[in-house]
């Protein structure tokens, strides 16, 4: 039926695309074609959302594979998945707040009482 290779099964109460999904070559350039586009339609949403919107109409020869090396191709994509940076910092030298020490130490009795009034450095 027009040259196109289907999914046979015997599902009866969904529509035709869905019960025979189109067969598609996961190295194929129109494959890569309309996994990008359908990637761009679902609001470039995850893999697992990109994979059920696909099987519904598709079926992807090692299709886990091909969409997640499309959605990596996104720059945006990439960025929403990857991991947040760790901040590096350095000690801070002791002249940056010597100043502050006698501050600290003259009321450090009112900084740290308790519920009871009784202070906890004595």
């Not at 025979?20 to 190295?27: D, E, F, Q, R």
């Not at 996994?35 to 519904?56: I, M, P, Q, Y």
């Not at 091909?66 to 801070?92: D, F, S």
Request: charged letters at 15%; glycine letters at 8%.
């Amino acid at each position: 039926m027009d040259g196109i290779l289907r999914v046979v099964g015997r599902l009866a109460p969904l529509g035709f695309e869905t019960k025979h999904p189109t067969i598609l070559l996961k190295l194929s350039h129109f494959t890569h074609l309309i996994v990008r586009d359908s990637h761009v339609k679902c609001g470039h949403s995850g893999l697992n959302h990109n994979l059920a919107v696909l099987c519904e109409r598709y079926w992807v020869t090692g299709a886990t594979a091909t969409v997640h090396r499309i959605i990596n191709l996104y720059n945006q994509c990439r960025l929403k998945a990857a991991k947040p940076g760790k901040q590096l910092m350095t000690e801070l030298p002791r002249c940056a707040f010597a100043a502050w020490f006698p501050t600290l130490y003259a009321c450090r009795s009112g900084l740290f009482r308790t519920l009871n009034g009784s202070s906890t450095l004595q």
